[in-house]
């Protein structure tokens, strides 16, 4: 199958952009999260491993400067330590005034003029009397700067700050370290993003034929092809959708069968009568016919337009149920009540069959929520299909009886039997006997009430003994 032009609005380039998306999403959250952290952490450490080196060699330079010890002996000592701790080593003094300010006195670079450097940790040791660190940027660079302020005995008491020490080093060596991380994580993003691309083209495409023959075979389905079926390959979300749309083709396949096999079967029972309707007609109209002869025909016409009527009963009440449209109104039934009024109705017809109905209920009441109208109709359909499909002098019985959680009516006769091959498709519609005379549809109408009754109609049948049970949630 060949593949379709990508839309811009394709599950393939969804798929694609939202693989892409994510891993764009991943990755700058953790540039964001690393890198700053990192750098500010490297800069951290490094100014901590400079205010311990600081705190070792500032007591050499609190006992000298200030002191009588000559200037030429004190630069020497601080290029001392500076050699000793490889960090540039300034001492500024401290005048007071109106505003406080620090000069540069002695500085392991040689260099007392500093133009770069404004050594704001020093002016805030100056203040607290705390040790304090902070960076400056240069022209070379970012400096890490520790400052530890020199205090004296002041002629009133107490001690003043007289002098800041500032031990300062580059930090080129943790932004290089963060560079080279950043560097890295940049090359791993790209690989990652083109990975992540691939990738979701390839799912994406994978998923897009798989969606796509899905849709080839549901258009088939929809045309009235179902022998074509969803390929049921994987146990995916995919899959379980396949194997559920199987499922529906399948149904809908018997459906159709069956409505085929409707109407085929309801056509042929509706042409029957009316061409023998038409046939009776045509000898009605004969006038040499005899009064006694007419008379016969008429009878025949009278039953073939019941046979239509109760034909077109039956589908209406039959196409009613399957459309969920029959409307229940359920009572506190008594069922031996139900049993007896529908027994008594079929009392001229059984004399007509010269048959006998036994009725074997329980003595009192046996009571449900039900449907009497419908029970009735079940009752009715069963007792005419016994009647319909039994030789003349057959006895029937009607029994009640609760067990458990179920209450059964059953219709029982003592005729032929129900030949074992047609037992498995007794409740569909249009399956009668070959000498029937009913229209096939009695007992589909009456499995149908019982299930919208929340119950079930059973039949067992053997040579001499036949019986169709309707059972009902007590």
Partial sequence: MPDRPVRLDSL??????????????????VYVAVVPGLKARLVDDKLEDLTQIARRYSPQLQDSVGSSVPAPKINKLVSQIADATSARVTVLLVVSGTQLQLTPQYDSFSEVQIRELDFAPAVLAAQTRRTETGTESTST????????????????????????????????????AVSVVRGRLLAAAGFALALAMLVGVLVAQVLTRRVALLETVARSVAAGDFQTSFPVDREDELGRLAAT?????????????????????????????????????????????????????????RGQVDRLGKLATDLLDLSKLEAGSLELRPEMTDLTLV????????????????????????????????????????????????????????????????????VRLGVGDFGPGIHRTMLPNIFEPFITSDDAQG????????????????????????PGQTTFTLELPA
């Fill in 12 to 29: 393939r380039l969804r798929l694609s952009a939202l693989f892409a998306l994510t891993a764009i999403a991943v990755l700058a959250f």
């Fill in 141 to 176: 660079g970012q400096i890490g700067e520790v400052a530890i302020p020199l205090t004296f005995d002041a002629p009133r008491g107490g001690r003043a700050v007289g002098n800041v020490v500032v031990f300062s080093t580059p930090l080129r060596d943790a932004t290089r």
């Fill in 245 to 301: 749309l199987e499922d529906m083709r399948g149904q809908l396949s018997e459906l159709d069968g069956a409505r085929k096999r409707f109407i085929a079967t309801a056509s042929h029972e509706l042409r029957t009568p009316i061409f023998s309707l038409g046939g009776f007609l045509e000898l009605i109209q004969d006038e040499d016919l005899d009064d006694d002869t007419r008379d016969r025909f008429l009878t025949q016409v």
């Fill in 339 to 406: 049993a007896k009024a529908v027994a008594s109705e079929f009392e001229p017809r059984l004399h007509t069959h010269d048959s006998t109905l036994e009725l074997r209920l329980p003595p009192g009441h046996l009571r449900t929520v039900c449907d009497p109208e419908r029970v009735a109709q079940v009752m009715r359909i069963l007792i005419d299909n016994a009647l319909t499909h039994t030789p003349s002098g057959t006895d029937m019985v009607v029994s009640a009886s609760r067990q458990g959680p179920w």
């Fill in 439 to 462: 229209s096939g549809l009695g007992l589909a109408i009456a499995h149908e009430l019982a299930e919208r009754m929340d119950g079930d109609l059973v039949v067992e049948s053997r």
